[in-house]
């Protein structure tokens, strides 16, 4: 099993920046991708950026140029760096992590971007 907790979340000006974290605990294999997907009220859950083991990233094209995926492979822990933040960021962040066979998710953080 694993256990995905997320952090960081809360209220931001447009404009703002926020760090998320997620850290992940557990039976985790050596390559896995790590995953950031938001859901905003009303909408179906969507991607944000992915990155793999490895280091190779993937965006969404709406975040591109304002959010950075990281991860610290010896913390088992997954960032997201949001710049230029703007009201349609707003929703819940989700974690998820990919490893062959399975997908686990944590519970999700809340962003919140005031106009």
């Known amino acids: 099993q694993v256990q995905l907790v997320e952090s960081g979340g809360g209220l931001v000006q447009a404009g703002g920046s926020l760090r998320l974290s997620c850290a992940a605990s557990?039976?985790?294999?050596?390559?896995?991708?790590m995953h950031w997907y938001r859901q905003a009220p009303g909408k179906q859950r969507e991607f944000v950026a992915a990155?793999?083991?490895?280091?190779?990233?993937n965006y969404a094209d709406s975040v591109k140029g304002r959010f950075t995926i990281s991860r610290d492979n010896t913390k088992y822990t997954v960032y997201l760096q949001m710049n230029s933040l703007k009201p349609e960021d707003t929703g819940v962040y989700s974690c998820?992590?990919?490893?062959?066979?399975?997908?686990?998710w944590g519970k999700g953080t809340l962003v919140t971007v005031s106009s």
């Open positions: 557990g039976s985790i294999s050596s390559t896995n991708v």
């Open positions: 990155i793999t083991t490895s280091g190779s990233t």
């Open positions: 998820n992590l990919a490893q062959f066979p399975m997908n686990y």
